[in-house]
């Protein structure tokens, strides 16, 4: 049952209570027809007041009802603010650390991405002074080439014997 349906028949009641009250009254009276008229008026007057007391009780228990709806949907609201406040807490501490994560995770991609081109310019170091190295090969290479040319074309010139120049006479 909804809350609603329970508020009209609390704010119903006092209603009722006036109508059974006046019901009373005026059944007391007529109840009384077989009767004296003194007797007649004092159960009239004692089922009216009996009416009235009865009247009154549900009067305040009908006020109490309302007074405890009230309050418990007072309580009802701040329990709901409460809940309110715990789901924003929560939210915030699931963002806080889904961003610590994302920001981790930022950091090591920085870090994996220095360390690849720091890689990669060491390697473009060691291919340079690997061609350094083997241009200096060749160079020295060809500088033997050149100087065992030179003492080879040097040598067949001194190994040969001088001819006798002749003297012309």
Same mark, same amino acid.
């Given at each position: 049952?909804?809350?609603?349906?329970?508020?009209?028949?609390?704010?119903?009641?006092?209603?009722?209570?006036?109508?059974?009250?006046?019901?009373?009254?005026?059944?007391?009276?007529?109840?009384?027809?077989?009767?004296?008229?003194?007797?007649?008026?004092?159960?009239?007057?004692?089922?009216?007041?009996?009416?009235?007391?009865?009247?009154?009780?549900?009067?305040?228990?009908?006020?109490?009802?309302? #007074?405890? /709806?009230?309050?418990? +949907? *007072?309580? %009802?609201?701040?329990?709901? @603010?409460?809940? $309110? =406040?715990? !789901? &924003? #807490?929560? /939210?915030?501490?699931? +963002? *806080?650390? %889904?961003?610590?994560?994302? @920001?981790?995770? $930022? =950091?090591? !991609? &920085? #870090?994996?991405?220095?360390?690849? +081109?720091?890689?990669?310019?060491?390697?473009?170091?060691?291919? $340079?002074?690997? !061609? &350094?190295?083997?241009?200096?090969?060749?160079?020295?290479?060809?500088?033997?080439?050149?100087?065992?040319?030179?003492?080879?074309?040097?040598?067949?010139?001194?190994?040969?014997?001088?001819?006798?120049?002749?003297?012309?006479?």
């Amino acid at each position: 049952m909804s809350a609603g349906g329970k508020r009209n028949r609390v704010a119903a009641l006092p209603r009722v209570l006036a109508a059974l009250a006046c019901a009373l009254a005026l059944a007391g009276p007529l109840s009384g027809c077989g009767e004296s008229s003194g007797s007649s008026s004092n159960s009239g007057g004692s089922a009216a007041s009996e009416a009235s007391e009865e009247a009154n009780q549900h009067a305040e228990e009908s006020a109490q009802k309302r #007074e405890e /709806a009230v309050e418990l +949907a *007072k309580d %009802r609201e701040v329990l709901s @603010e409460v809940e $309110a =406040k715990k !789901r &924003e #807490e929560s /939210a915030e501490a699931t +963002a *806080k650390r %889904r961003e610590h994560e994302a @920001e981790r995770k $930022a =950091k090591k !991609r &920085e #870090e994996q991405s220095t360390k690849a +081109a720091h890689e990669v310019e060491q390697k473009a170091k060691r291919e $340079a002074a690997k !061609r &350094e190295a083997e241009a200096k090969a060749k160079r020295e290479a060809e500088a033997k080439k050149k100087r065992e040319a030179e003492a080879k074309a040097k040598k067949p010139a001194a190994s040969k014997p001088a001819q006798p120049v002749a003297k012309a006479e």
